[in-house]
């Protein structure tokens, strides 16, 4: 296997947020391996570790878009609860407001379970790959057993 998987722990995986630590500290980890690559004149090992960090960075954008659309998401329910108190006290005279700003939050739960979706689908894809360049026989007895989620590596 290529010199960049050999340390103990380089095919970790954590299911925590980016900001919980393990997802930002792999990265980290896979910047300076790709820094010494570069300096080694290793372009093997740094065209392998420049891979995982686009894949990181594609992953960190659907986590930080589906974080995004949730919040606002969020937002927009309570928005919804106040501009119903609000429509009350004045008379209903707004009572579209409350439905527009529902629905609006429905669609951005959608948008964000769908970055959610994509995002686990390249996490297992990209874990797949790590342990096929590390332990390619491994991976080959379990691709036998085990099906690919749709748009895996």
């Not at 930002?24 to 093997?44: E, P, Q, T």
């Not at 009350?88 to 979706?117: D, E, K, M, R």
Request: hydrophobic share 50%; net charge positive; proline share 5%.
């Amino acid at each position: 296997p290529p010199a960049c998987l050999w340390r103990p722990g380089a095919m970790g995986c954590s299911a925590r947020a980016p900001g919980a630590g393990g997802f930002c500290s792999r990265g980290r980890d896979i910047i300076d391996r790709a820094h010494a690559a570069r300096l080694a004149n290793d372009a093997v090992n740094v065209e392998l570790l420049e891979g995982m960090l686009r894949s990181y960075l594609r992953r960190t954008s659907l986590l930080e878009r589906a974080l995004s659309a949730y919040y606002l998401a969020i937002g927009l329910f309570v928005t919804a609860s106040l501009a119903i108190a609000f429509d009350n006290v004045i008379g209903h005279v707004v009572p579209w407001l409350a439905t527009a700003l529902v629905v609006g939050g429905a669609v951005l739960l959608l948008l964000g379970s769908l970055a959610i979706f994509l995002e686990t689908n390249l996490a297992a894809g990209v874990l797949r790959h790590e342990i096929a360049l590390g332990a390619p026989e491994i991976a080959q007895s379990d691709l036998k057993r085990t099906p690919r989620a749709p748009g895996a590596f």
